[in-house]
């Protein structure tokens, strides 16, 4: 009895020491943020680690001028936007890169997230839009998506966003896994190389462009981005405020000699409501405050538009600390 006593005051006196001291105490028990991102030759590792460097140089900053942050950060590669979202969830992930898509449905608890919403899910910014391609092997004669019939296709690896982008596609021509020769889970790290090595016919993929790793098999070995803008693209499109059509420009790739049209989503960043309000405020404010420089770390970046990024694509409800930033430049 007295023990459940000691054990219950004691639970009390750090609680309150740890509420008591507010804000200023989370932040200080926040010190180490990750980012989760895709592949390393994706554009969400780009992203989290030009965020990463953001923080640091505001940190470097502070420190100069005597505005502390002390925040470190980290951007592992990872297997994309479904696992992403899962490991903020589980709180092995800070902050994460995801499809505005898999935002939707992760919030909102539908598609794969059916009956599993994520309620705490927080919307810091939507970054690039991401158009979905089908990247097809010099040779194949794949021109469309029925013509995938029979063929080696690379859906993806579990976790990625386009696995679950290309299931929802799958479901809507009506395709099952076994129209395929075989249906592949590989990496965006392998299945550009897997395509040159002739060991798959082609691959989905929901990626900012330009990307490095579309261009391995587009200007490495002559593979073509084909389009997808049938009925069944117009009516996905029309259902979901989350996808709209997009161009991929003639000239983009070595490939690219039209421009291609498809369907695309936008890369967004999100964190939970469980990740501090101060820690949330000061990666806003570097990311926001070093703009420019964002811009200039990868061409798909080139067009980021404050305006836009705080309301774009984004479907879970503002992190606080973003709001406060948001608010405090008057863009709220
Ligand atoms: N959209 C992809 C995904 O959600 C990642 C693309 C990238 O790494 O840039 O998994």
Wanted: charged residues 20%.
């Amino acid at each position: 009895m007295r023990k459940l006593t000691v054990s219950t005051l004691a639970l009390a006196l750090v609680a309150g020491a740890f509420f008591g001291a507010g804000t200023q105490s989370a932040q200080a028990q926040k010190k180490f943020i990750s980012i989760g991102t895709g592949g390393p030759t994706g554009v969400y590792f780009v992203v989290g680690n030009a965020i990463c460097r953001m923080i640091h140089r505001a940190a470097a900053e502070g420190r100069k001028k005597g505005r502390k942050h002390g925040i470190r950060c980290a951007a592992p590669s990872t297997g994309g936007s479904t696992y992403n979202i899962g490991q903020i969830r589980q709180g092995e992930l800070d902050f994460g890169v995801a499809q505005s898509d898999w935002q939707y449905h992760a919030y909102n608890g539908t598609s794969k997230f059916k009956g599993n919403a994520f309620k705490k899910l927080r919307a810091v910014f939507s970054v690039h839009p991401e158009p979905y391609h089908i990247i097809v092997g010099k040779g194949t004669g794949i021109k469309s998506w029925a013509d995938l019939k029979g063929k080696r296709f690379n859906i993806g690896n579990p976790g990625s966003g386009q696995r679950g982008t290309t299931e929802v596609l799958m479901a809507a021509y009506g395709t099952k896994k076994s129209d395929f020769k075989i249906a592949t889970e590989l990496t965006s790290t392998e299945q550009s190389k897997a395509l040159c090595d002739g060991k798959i016919d082609a691959y989905g993929y929901t990626v900012g462009v330009p990307n490095a790793g579309v261009s391995i098999a587009t200007d490495g070995c002559d593979a073509k981005i084909i389009n997808l803008n049938t009925g069944v693209e117009k009516k996905l499109v029309d259902a979901n405020a989350f996808y709209a059509f997009a161009t991929i420009p003639k000239g983009t790739y070595k490939t690219t000699d039209a421009d291609v049209t498809t369907f695309g989503v936008m890369a967004t960043f999100i964190t939970s409501a469980d990740v501090p309000t101060d820690v949330v405020y000061e990666v806003t404010r570097a990311v926001f405050e070093n703009l420019d420089d964002f811009r200039k770390l990868h061409p798909a970046f080139k067009n980021l538009d404050p305006k836009l990024m705080i309301k774009n694509a984004l479907s879970a409800p503002l992190h606080a600390g973003a709001v406060k930033y948001y608010k405090e430049k008057g863009w709220m």
